[in-house]
Every structure is written in structure tokens, then in C-alpha cells.
């Protein structure tokens, strides 16, 4: 057994219900078919099943952005899964998400149940999935791109938290700037303040309760903001 299914054998806690839940009501199906057992308790947490399940939803929607779906993007996705869960637990993934591909996805209600029901820094990790998974083959459909961007609004999150996630992927001439959440005309004790803030608010340690693999993803993006601060540093000479 791969680590997507005892997730969420472990339960899905406030995924289980509403939009997300009923997209996911053949999946759950098919678990139960198999013999897998669900806890059913804690509606109001937010379980590592239930944060897992809600990702591939919204990969899901996003990989249905251009009205299609081809057999590369799927290879896309699981290399990403591979990369960061391992090749059982990324082959359950795909096979959960071929499944959910298949279902309605009503993206407003879904992102409002996840803004009602997640906190802030796990939807910040949500949205950095999403541009991780559709930037998987080196670059971004415009579609997926527009998609991306309506879900991070819609789950509550703002336009400089957004446009900072999205210079981690996609690289302007002021990328660094942007990933910090300022201006290059910025002092240099803004400079300063800005990196501690963004170091915290993208700290690991932020989405610790989803488990040591999504904390490890989360890393990636702690690791973008020294990047981006470092390249600053030496842009400007600063120690």
C-alpha cells in the first residue's frame, strides 16, 4: 500500500463532505470495493487524506482547463509524483485522479469549500502544487495559467501572495522582486523586512500538520525565497 491510499484509509476529515465530496464519491467507492477502511471522524480537521484528495481535484480541474486531456500530461503529473512521493504512491495518485477526471468539477463551489475549511499557508501550498504540476513539462498553458490564477482568487488568496508563487515558476526580469513581494525600486531595509516576512509565511513548519511529505514539498517553495533573496543580495552587494 502506497501512501496516497493510507491517507487516506486515515480519513479525509472536512474533504469528505460538500463538492469535494462528491467528486470524490467513485473514487471512495472503489477504496471500499478494494477492501480499504475510512475514520470518518474529525470533520473539522484537515487530514493529510483530505488535503492529498483536494490537490488532485484541483490538478484535476486545471489539467481540464484546454478541454482536453493527453496522455503527456498525465506522464507530467506522475514524474511530479514520483519526484516527491515515490513511484507506488504517485501510481495510486494517477490512478485517483484518472477517476476524478472523469467527474464534474465545479471549481468556484470546490475553492469555496476549501477557503471556508483550509488555512491560509496550506492554500498557499495548494496553489504552489498546482503551477508545480502544470509547469511539470516546462512551461504553462495559458488556459491552465488563467485556471490557476481564478482558484487563487476564489480560495481567498491575494494577488501578491499569488504573483509571488507564480514568479517561483515563471521568471521575469524582476522575478526575485516579485517572489518577495516588492518592487525592485525597494530600499534595502525593505528588502530585509520583506524576505523575513515571506520566510515566515512559507516556512515549513506552516503546513506541518499535513505530514512530513507535503512538508518536504513545502521546502521547495522556503527554498525559492532564499533564492530569490540571495539573488538580490549579491545584485545590490548587500551582506
Do not use: C
Not at 519526484?83 to 463551489?109: T, Y
Not at 514568479?167 to 516588492?182: C, D, E, N, P, R
Not at 500538520?209 to 533573496?229: M, P, T
Request: net charge positive; charged share 25%; no cysteine.
Amino acid at each position: 500500500m502506497g501512501k496516497f491510499t493510507k491517507w487516506i484509509a486515515g480519513g479525509l476529515g472536512w474533504a469528505f463532505l460538500g463538492p469535494i465530496g462528491g467528486i470524490l464519491g467513485f473514487v471512495l467507492g472503489s477504496m471500499l470495493e478494494q477492501g480499504e477502511s475510512k475514520s470518518r471522524s474529525g470533520y473539522s480537521m484537515t487530514t493529510t487524506g483530505g488535503f492529498a484528495m483536494t490537490l488532485l481535484v484541483l490538478v484535476a480541474a486545471v489539467m481540464k482547463a484546454d478541454e482536453k486531456i493527453l496522455r503527456s500530461e498525465l506522464n507530467y503529473v506522475k514524474q511530479y509524483f514520483v519526484k516527491n512521493f515515490g513511484e507506488e504512491s504517485a501510481a495510486e495518485a494517477i490512478k485517483m485522479l484518472r477517476d476524478i477526471l472523469k467527474q464534474n468539477i465545479p471549481v468556484r463551489e470546490v475553492t469555496q469549500q476549501i477557503k471556508s475549511n483550509l488555512d491560509y499557508s496550506s492554500r498557499l501550498q495548494l496553489l504552489h502544487f498546482l503551477y508545480g504540476v502544470a509547469n511539470a513539462d516546462g512551461s504553462i498553458h495559458k488556459n491552465e495559467l488563467n485556471l490557476i490564477q481564478q482558484i487563487a482568487t476564489q480560495m481567498g488568496i491575494s494577488m501578491k501572495d499569488r504573483d509571488s508563487i507564480q514568479s517561483m515558476f515563471i521568471q521575469s526580469t524582476h522575478w526575485a522582486y516579485k517572489v518577495l513581494g516588492i518592487d525592485s525600486s525597494a530600499g534595502d531595509e525593505e528588502v530585509k523586512k520583506a524576505y523575513r516576512k515571506m520566510a515566515n509565511k512559507y516556512h515549513p513548519d506552516k503546513v506541518s500538520y499535513l505530514g512530513e511529505d507535503f512538508q518536504k514539498v513545502a521546502n521547495q517553495k522556503f527554498q525559492k525565497v532564499n533564492e530569490a533573496y540571495e539573488a538580490i543580495k549579491k545584485e545590490r552587494n548587500l551582506s
